[in-house]
C-alpha cells in the first residue's frame, strides 16, 4: 500500500510542485494544506502516513505549531521544508526533533532521500521507545500494574478506589508514583495517554 503524504506550505505552486514530485516517487500525496488550520483538520480527520511541514506558513502559527500538535495526538514521521538554514532557525527546529530536514530547492531525489531517512528513523524511535517502555513497566510494584490496568479501563480514581477496596488517597499516591516511574507529567491527561499508548504492554 502507497504510504499517504500530507504537504503543508501556504505557497500553492511549490505545495503542488511538491505533491507532484511526490507521486511520481510512488506515494500518494494528498490535496495540500496551505495553512495551520488546514493542516489540523487534515490530521484530524485522515489516515496519514507522514507530514512535510513548511516551517514559514506565512501567519502567527508556523509549522513547528503543527509538529507539536503531530507529537501530541499523532505517531507519524515530520519532516521540516524550508529555505532557511541559518543557526537559529536549525536550532529551533532541532528542538521539535524532526525525523529529516528538507532544503528548498530540493530535487526529486532529494524528497526521495529525506522521506526514506525520516521512515528509517521513526522505525528506529519506535523500537528503542518499546524497549524503554518495557524497562520502565518492570519496575511497577505489583499493585501499581494492577492499578495502571485500571486506568487502560478508563475508570475514575474513585471507581479504581471502589473496586481494590482502597481509599482514593492510596489511589493518587500509586498513581502519581507510576507518574515518576514512567516520567510523566503527574495528570490525567499525560497518564492515560501513556496508557493508550502503550496498552498491548500493561497487560
Known sequence: MKKRILVVDDEVIIADDLCSTLIKLGY??????????????????ESIDMAILDIN?????TGMDVAEYIQEHLNIPFIYLSSHTDSKTLELAKNTMPYAY??????ATDVMTAIEIAFNNQKRYSETKVTADSEQI????????VVIRKIAENLSTKEIAEQLCVSESTIKNHRHNICVKLDLASGTHSLLKWVMENNQYIQ
Open 28 to 45: 500518494d500525496a494528498l490535496e495540500p494544506a496551505l495553512s495551520y488550520k488546514q493542516a489540523l483538520e487534515v490530521l484530524a480527520n
Open 57 to 61: 506558513l506565512g501567519g502567527r502559527k
Open 102 to 107: 528538507l532544503v528548498k530547492p530540493y530535487g
Open 138 to 145: 518492570s519496575n511497577l510494584t505489583a499493585m501499581e500494574k
